[in-house]
């Protein structure tokens, strides 16, 4: 016991002779002044080993700790701040382990790098909670009261009154889960969806008048677009969006100043126009519930109400739940759909290739004498299946700017073990982040260009017949495990809004591709759109936004400046 205590301070990473030379200095030097600033200074730089020895002595099974250099405690915690999500790419550069843990103030923050260690971690398990740690964070982002918290943490993971007693939080994932699945619910928010892009774009640049344009920023343009279709489609014509239409600029900075709320103090001064926005929005919801517009919404939405109602919960913080449902629905398909076309429009090639490939999916294209009169629809069915370059260039894009973390929070000790791995223990309380921004950079998953935008990665990389259109866009690419592209989650926690998202992202990219040219502004040069940089030094609550959005000049493409285009969700050729 002795001999092993000893063996381990020994191996901890402490600068033990330093310490020990000063302590000696400090007994032996005759001025009584300089021995308590030796002294002091001792114990102050064996505090400051604290984690260091922590690792030399944690169980040998758990993840391995990593120290900070200078900050024990608070060190990984600044650095979170500082360097936002890549700060797990940049110990995981100077550590190179599959997993490991760090010290973040009382508990310890556990980062999964290997894609086979979170397979294993992501599994449904009863030692392991999502709702329980995410529920803390959704409190302080929509401001949620103590009845509402106690109403829907009620039998959270099914622990206190067993899995079949479903509380309110289940009832409403369930049903959600359940809308959003490959059926009649989703089809017909789809086609919602879809008639309002088409009405909103055709509205968007006159048809009539050759060689009008709009100058806007392209995010906004999505922003804009978006906001309007989703709420429509989600929370019905009386959305509050459509009543109040200066709430689109509210959301949206509500959003951008999400994260500044969740330390939740003094919101109203630290934050104050994500918080003034979100007065805004909490009342519009509270009104829109309270008014009974919920009536008119989509079924999700009526039945949602309907589950609140019954578990007591008050118009008001009804109201506040769809804020925050508003972001799961806009939050990442709106920055999406901005890189998918931005890295479309930055590369003319690409955009060529693509207007060709998607001309596959382009049905009622007749070639009258009065092309500029003609009515088009884009086929979404025939977008996914047709168009695999188009659909290759949406997965790149997510795995380029998904660098939210899949977070657990450990309820009970126990071991996790996949193959090529030791067995790791996981301590009651750790919070796991499986790092997804550093396994979707990780050259030995993605191979040697891992770090390069190849549009074409996910096709198949020889045509199925001699003819190329018979190339087809994977799931996944060759020998890349599945919780290697992850921007939806993984395992018990998969975003139920993906298949709506790709069909409204690949429908709304392929009606500009199709309906616009896009050049930058004038004052930006004009031209083509030059890729922004990616700001990837933030604390993400979404995938990566840009650092500073392109201005660009929006302009019918030449010869269909008459069309009316539309998209439609099921068309056969
Ligand atoms: C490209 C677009 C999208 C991305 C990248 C995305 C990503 C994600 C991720 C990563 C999660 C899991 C959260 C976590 O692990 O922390 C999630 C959850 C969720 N997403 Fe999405 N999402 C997208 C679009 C949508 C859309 C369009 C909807 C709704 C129509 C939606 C609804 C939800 C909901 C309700 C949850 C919570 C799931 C639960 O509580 O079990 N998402 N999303």
């Known amino acids: 016991m002795v001999a092993s205590t000893l063996h381990r301070l020994l191996n901890a990473d402490v600068p033990w002779l330093h310490h020990v030379l000063i302590l000696t200095s400090a007994l032996v030097l005759p001025s009584s002044g300089i021995r308590t600033f030796l002294s002091v200074h001792c114990v102050i730089a064996i505090l400051f080993d604290t984690e260091a020895l922590l690792a030399a002595f944690q169980n040998p099974n758990e993840p391995p700790l990593i120290p900070h250099p200078y900050l024990p405690f608070l060190g990984h915690v600044v650095g979170m701040f500082w360097y936002g999500a890549k700060y797990f790419a940049l110990v995981n550069t100077s550590t190179q382990h ?31 909670t999502f709702y329980g740690l995410i529920l803390r964070v959704t409190r302080r982002l929509v401001d949620l009261d103590n009845p509402t918290m106690k109403i829907i943490s009620w039998n959270l993971d099914g622990v206190e009154h067993g899995p079949h007693e479903k509380g309110l939080l289940k009832e409403s994932e369930d049903m959600i889960h359940g809308s959003l699945s490959p059926g009649p619910i989703l089809n017909s928010l789809s086609t919602t969806q879809l008639e309002q892009f088409s009405t909103l774009l055709n509205d968007f640049v006159p048809r009539i008048g050759d060689g009008q344009s709009v100058g806007i920023g392209l995010m906004e343009f999505i922003k804009q677009i978006f906001t309007v279709a989703n709420a429509y489609t989600i929370y019905g014509p009386s959305n509050p969006f459509a009543l109040h239409p200066r709430l689109v600029q509210s959301f949206w900075d509500y959003e951008a100043g999400m994260v500044g709320l969740i330390p939740n103090i003094l919101p109203s001064i630290t934050s104050r126009k994500s918080w003034k926005a979100r007065t805004a929005l909490n009342a519009a919801f509270h009104e829109f519930v309270e008014n009974g517009h919920f009536r008119q919404a989509s079924s999700i939405i009526q039945k949602r109400a309907a589950f609140n109602m019954k578990h007591g919960l008050t118009a008001d913080m009804s109201g506040r739940t769809e804020v925050i449902l508003l972001f799961g629905i806009l939050g990442n398909a709106v920055p999406t759909t901005f890189w998918f076309l931005a890295h479309i429009l930055s590369r003319p090639e690409l955009l060529d290739a693509i207007r060709q490939e998607t001309s596959r999916a382009i049905i009622n294209h007749q070639h009258t004498t009065n092309e500029k009169e003609n009515a088009r629809s884009i086929s979404v ?5 047709q168009c695999p370059l188009f659909v290759s260039t949406y997965r790149e894009s997510l795995r380029h700017i998904a660098n939210l973390s899949s977070v657990r929070m450990v309820t009970g000790t126990h071991t996790v073990s996949a193959p090529g791995h030791p067995s790791y223990l996981l301590n009651k309380g750790n919070i796991i982040q499986m790092a997804s921004g550093v396994i979707h950079a990780a050259p030995r998953t993605w191979g040697s260009d891992a770090a390069e935008f190849r549009p074409e990665r996910w096709m198949t990389s020889t045509p199925t017949s001699s003819d190329d259109k018979k190339r087809t866009a994977l799931l996944l690419p060759k020998s890349v495990p599945s919780a290697a592209f992850r921007p939806f989650g993984g395992g018990a926690v998969l975003c139920p809004g993906r298949h709506f998202a790709m069909t409204e992202i690949l429908s709304f990219v392929a009606l500009c591709v199709n309906m616009f040219d896009f050049t930058e502004d004038a004052v930006q040069g004009g031209g083509a759109i030059k890729l922004p940089e990616k700001d990837d030094s933030r604390m993400p609550l979404s995938v990566m936004k840009p650092v500073k959005e392109p201005i660009v000049r929006v302009r019918r493409r030449a010869g269909t400046e008459g069309v009316k285009w539309r998209v439609e969700w099921r068309v056969e050729l």
């Open 381 to 385: 069915s025939l977008l996914k299946s």
């Open 98 to 128: 599959p997993i490991f843990s760090l010290q973040t103030l009382t508990t310890r923050t556990v980062v999964v790098i290997d894609p086979a260690l979170a397979t294993a971690i992501q599994k449904k398990s009863p030692h392991l």
